[in-house]
């Protein structure tokens, strides 16, 4: 089993029967043809939800990816460059914080998920019995797509290895359709730049956080375009032996350090001792003169690398304090958001104006927004009275990180 560093858990996720806030952030990189249909087929009506809000993270489309999902009623937030798939999934999980969002669903533009899904997949959340949700492909046999013989097996392989390296028995570890509560949302910390789904895991179940599995019909092979996480198999699997080492190195330290040093220290020890044994027999080292300075050459490299263990183990105690208050700093900024928004619904005020474009059918919920604060200070939001408004009209509202 993993070595988890459990936190006290300040706030819980709140009982059942209390309306909550659902956020869902999608990813889009020029998915034009997908995405009108993937935010327009996203349920508004889910019992216990009392709020719904899309948030599309369009990371430097060329083509009216933007212009369709705002169309079909989604906030629009524009990253320039290319960022790569991990920092816009940190970009999405700070807006549904900051947004005051109960709970948050990722899914992907390019349609592979069906977005009438995200009813099942946050039940287990709002019912209280998990902290994170993840869809699986392959949890039940009707459900499993079709795929390459090498997509098949590698999902196989590296689901393999987060379920040693975490203490689970997961069937699917690499798909991108997963919901979060508030407390996994804050106590998520994800580093990665080409992907992020098995990083996450890795760092939900070492805090402890309870996982579980939604079997889900999901379509193998995308409709349109080429995956930007997998389009080539050996760069794929390069990053995420990275990313897969960091987090083990982040979260077992001792563990990994220490099992690379007794694999130095074992075989100089071993060898060192048959020399020896071999001189006290012979009175000399031929035919094995060669082998003794190459044991003290491991031993040496095995207590370097304990020593690099130990290292390791005290920035992971560090890693956790740090950790800790990032938790509380997402969990003061979630309240004053929440109060902010309850004050604003409880307030008549004349420059109130509809926040979010709803589908048919379905009442806006109203919000003060002049002036909107900017989501991070390197940010350029551009959110006024006057563009709020006309994202009423034209079903959608656009933000500009920088």
Known sequence: MVRTRRAWRLTRAPPVGVDLKLIVTIPALNEEKTIGRVVGEIPRDIPGISWTEVIVLNDGSTDRTAELAAAAGATVVTLR????????????????????????V????????DSRDVAKLIQPIIKGKADFVTCSRFGDPDYQPRMTPEKYWGNKVVTWMINRLCG?????????????????????????????????????ASKGMRIQEMPLRVRGEREFGKSRVAASVIQYGTNLVQIVFRAARDIRPMQIFGLLSALFVVPAVLA????GLWFLRSGNLYPFDAVLPLSAAALVAGFVLFLMALIAEMVSVHRGLSEELLYLARQRLYARRRAAGAMAITRNAPNQVAWQASAPGVQSASHDVAPVRSLNPRSTVVATEATA???????????TEG
């Open 81 to 104: 460059g290319r960022r790569g798939l991990g920092p816009v999934f940190r970009t999405g999980m700070m807006h549904a914080i900051r947004g005051g969002a109960d709970i948050i």
């Open 106 to 113: 990722n899914v992907d533009g390019d349609g592979q998920f």
């Open 168 to 204: 689970l028995t997961l069937t699917d570890v690499s798909c991108g359709f997963r919901a979060y509560n508030r407390e996994a949302a804050y106590r998520l910390a994800q580093f990665g730049r080409w992907t992020y789904v098995e990083e996450c895991i890795v760092d939900l």
């Open 272 to 275: 060192g001792a048959f020399i």
């Open 389 to 399: 408004t006309s994202a009423m009209h034209h079903g959608g509202l656009h933000l």
